[in-house]
């Protein structure tokens, strides 16, 4: 009786919610997953108010690790090695064909848990200990495995683009981004005219090709290994403005390049 209860009672704060944005407000932002729930847009928009924020298709992606990397595989978007693993075998073996990698990365296959190993031990640690001790939750009944990098030899920078979900997008300025979430700066000064090419056609491009109903904002975190075009490959997908890169990426924007595609003016620049 009690989750029922809680149920309808979700429902009626929804209701309640959007009544009183109708009265209030004319546009909605919503880039705080905290505050998303799916049919929020719908509802917006039933009552003319414009919205700009995740999306269900977006979440598709950022939220679920498994499918986004289906979908990079699918569609040939470059990105790191990687096996799905239903068990500890699973991981083993795939850990032992590849005998001089040290580097690996333990992913959650929902959500955004995430563990960095540095050495082939600690990576079977960490498969045991998310199996046996479910330290990414008792949901997650499988994992993600796939190679790491080096955090002192390669660049993580964040794209972001907002999207009109008809194929029109508008970059953002890339940022840097400390691999540990210490920091972030910008423009990134390490990609070359062709790495930004390249991240263009085969990532951008290809994610909004096969996936034509992201809307709204959408980000991609990206691994650079070097300097060559094809030295590029995406890590994952992000849906959400993250501190402390949104207040460097928010600084190099214009503010009305939002307001772009969440209320449909014409096209703006980006500085």
């Given at each position: 009786?009690?989750?029922?209860?809680?149920?309808?009672?979700?429902?009626?704060v929804?209701?309640?919610?959007?009544?009183?944005?109708?009265?209030l407000?004319?546009?909605?932002i919503?880039?705080?997953?905290?505050?998303?729930?799916?049919e929020?847009?719908?509802?917006?928009?039933?009552?003319?108010?414009?919205?700009?924020?995740?999306?269900?298709?977006?979440?598709?992606l950022t939220?679920n690790?498994?499918?986004?990397?289906q979908?990079?595989?699918?569609?040939?978007?470059?990105?790191?090695?990687?096996?799905?693993?239903?068990?500890?075998e699973?991981?083993?073996?795939?850990?032992?064909?590849?005998?001089?990698?040290?580097e690996?990365?333990?992913r959650?296959?929902?959500?955004?848990?995430?563990?960095?190993?540095?050495t082939?031990?600690e990576?079977i640690?960490?498969?045991?200990?998310?199996?046996d001790?479910?330290?990414?939750?008792?949901?997650?009944?499988?994992?993600?495995?796939?190679?790491?990098y080096?955090?002192?030899?390669?660049?993580i920078?964040?794209?972001?683009?907002?999207?009109?979900?008809?194929?029109?997008?508008?970059?953002?300025?890339?940022?840097?981004?400390?691999?540990?979430r210490m920091?972030?700066?910008?423009p990134c000064?390490?990609?070359?005219?062709?790495?930004?090419?390249?991240?263009?056609?085969?990532?951008?491009?290809?994610?909004?090709?096969?996936?034509?109903?992201?809307?709204?904002?959408f980000?991609?975190r990206?691994?650079?290994?070097?300097?060559?075009?094809?030295?590029v490959?995406?890590?994952d997908?992000?849906?959400t403005?993250e501190?402390?890169?949104a207040e460097?990426?928010?600084?190099l924007c214009?503010?009305?390049?939002?307001?772009?595609?969440?209320?449909d003016?014409?096209s703006?620049s980006?500085?």
């Open positions: 009786m009690a989750s029922v209860f809680q149920q309808k009672l979700a429902v009626q929804k209701i309640k919610f959007i009544q009183l944005v109708v009265l407000i004319d546009l909605v919503s880039l705080n997953k905290t505050y998303y729930f799916e929020l847009e719908a509802r917006l928009c039933e009552h003319g108010l414009h919205y700009l924020g995740c999306s269900v298709d977006t979440l598709a939220d690790q498994l499918n986004a990397k979908f990079m595989s699918k569609h040939k978007i470059p990105t790191l090695d990687w096996t799905h693993c239903l068990n500890q699973d991981a083993q073996i795939f850990i032992n064909k590849y005998p001089n990698q040290q690996w990365i333990v959650s296959t929902n959500g955004n848990g995430l563990i960095n190993c540095k082939q031990e990576t640690q960490t498969v045991k200990a998310v199996f001790d479910h330290i990414f939750g008792k949901l997650n009944q499988s994992i993600i495995i796939e190679h790491g080096s955090l002192d030899d390669n660049q920078c964040l794209l972001y683009i907002v999207s009109d979900g008809d194929g029109d997008y508008t970059q953002l300025p890339i940022i840097q981004s400390d691999p540990l920091g972030a700066y910008g000064p390490y990609l070359t005219p062709k790495q930004l090419s390249y991240i263009r056609r085969r990532i951008i491009e290809r994610t909004l090709r096969c996936s034509p109903t992201i809307r709204h904002l980000g991609f990206l691994l650079i290994q070097g300097t060559n075009y094809n030295q490959c995406l890590l997908y992000i849906s403005l501190e402390p890169e460097i990426l928010l600084s214009e503010p009305d390049v939002f307001l772009q595609y969440a209320l003016l014409p703006l980006v500085e």
